[in-house]
């Protein structure tokens, strides 16, 4: 009986085994449910479409409905899971950029409207400037100098508004009459520098200083006379009046003339300093019938009588000179107050002024003739009246403050 229910237990596990067996063998040829393969189908369009979270999800919707569909669906859904990871990444990025862009929008709008109350402020400051109201120009032209700190203009004009010689300033300042050469021609250096000297010269040429200002622009390189002082007209049709200040170029810029010079820099000197010719033809010759001309002109050009001064002792090998007017020096003497302020420059005569010195090679602080570095030209002669007025311009000011650099740069 007990071998009997043995063998009967051992039949029934067998039997199971094999409808089991021939089960799973059914099920594993069975074909995926038509519901499944439309999810599949769902995915595939939402893919092509773009919808890439919609198509994600018909697809685990699948894998969920067969799990046997893994071999078909799993690369589907690493596909599209890189494609909204990389899309996501695109989105932060593009978020990134349109918020740079952005801040670059609000800095443009910035710049334009601080140039905006740049220009208000500068305009304002040039109308009260002209009204002669320095307090209220002073206080535009700081406002604009707030937004613009590196402007020399506006630098020069905060001083000037500062100093009691301004109203010496201001007339000669309505007087200059701009000729100016030109930088993309190389006339002259966009470069700002300190200036701290000042040399005097004479044109060598007639008293019209568009005649010199032809010859600069005609110069080979950046050479330049910062200012000229015309001289008397020869008719009432020249052109210019006699002590017209014309300027060639603004004078925080610079360019060459003080031509070469042994045993200093003449780059150095040029670049820090400021370069003022009177329109004269300088040392002069007597001619056999009495009359006096340029040497090198000799007999071509007469200047009057009446020009010319005589010294005692010849000057660099010449007693007769042409004479400057009382209207150049005039203008001179504005232009240096006016220069002298601006660049703390020290005013006044100084007594080495006319022959070489070495004050003035080392490039110390100070007015100058040419002939304080150069021996080989006559240059400026010292005319009394020249050196009165050199002398006189040294005269009671207060503070302007600090006497820090004009400009950054050295």
Not at 263 to 287: P, T
Request: with cysteine; hydrophobic share 35%.
């Amino acid at each position: 009986m007990k071998r009997f229910r043995s063998i009967w237990l051992s039949y029934n596990y067998w039997l199971s085994s094999l409808f089991l067996i021939t089960g799973l063998s059914l099920a594993a040829q069975e074909p995926a449910r038509p519901v499944c393969s439309e999810m599949i189908q769902e995915g595939k369009n939402e893919e092509s479409a773009g919808n890439l979270d919609a198509a994600l999800k018909a697809y685990l919707n699948a894998l969920n409905c067969d799990s046997k569909l893994a071999g078909t669906v799993g690369p589907r859904i690493d596909t599209v899971f890189t494609l909204i990871q990389q899309q996501k990444k695109t989105a932060e990025y593009n978020q990134e950029l349109a918020e740079r862009r952005l801040v670059e929008v609000e800095k443009q709008k910035n710049i334009v409207n601080s140039l905006n109350d740049l220009r208000e402020f500068r305009s304002w400051g040039d109308m009260w400037f002209d009204n002669q109201n320095w307090e209220k120009a002073a206080d535009n032209y700081k406002r604009a100098a707030a937004i613009d700190p590196n402007d020399p203009y506006l630098a020069e004009r905060v001083k000037i508004c500062a100093s009691d010689q301004r109203d010496t300033i201001f007339s000669l300042l309505n007087g200059i009459r701009q000729r100016s050469l030109d930088p993309d021609r190389g006339d002259f250096y966009l470069e700002q520098t300190r200036k701290k000297q000042i040399f005097l010269n004479a044109t060598i040429g007639p008293p019209n200083p568009m005649g010199a200002i032809q010859f600069l622009r005609n110069s080979q390189g950046a050479v330049a006379i910062t200012f000229l002082i015309a001289g008397k007209p020869g008719d009432e049709t020249a052109g210019f009046e006699d002590g017209d200040v014309y300027q060639t170029h603004p004078h925080w810029f610079w360019a060459y003339h003080t031509g070469k010079i042994p045993g200093a820099s003449s780059r150095e000197l040029s670049k820090h300093s400021i370069a003022i010719n009177l329109c004269n033809w300088g040392a002069l010759v007597k001619n056999e019938d009495g009359t006096f001309s340029p040497p090198f002109l000799k007999g071509r050009v007469i200047v009057p009588r009446e020009e010319v001064i005589e010294y005692e002792l010849p000057y660099r090998g010449y007693v007769y000179y042409h004479r400057y007017t009382d209207e150049q020096v005039e203008s001179l003497r504005k232009l240096l107050i006016y220069l002298t302020e601006v660049y703390d420059i020290p005013k006044g005569y100084n007594d080495d002024m006319f022959e070489v010195t070495r004050r003035a090679l080392e490039g110390r602080p100070g007015i100058f003739s040419q002939a304080s570095i150069r021996k080989d030209k006559p240059g400026l002669h010292p005319q009394p009246e020249l050196i009165a007025t050199l002398n006189k311009i040294e005269l009671p000011r207060k503070t302007l403050g600090s006497k820090q650099a004009f400009f950054r740069n050295n």
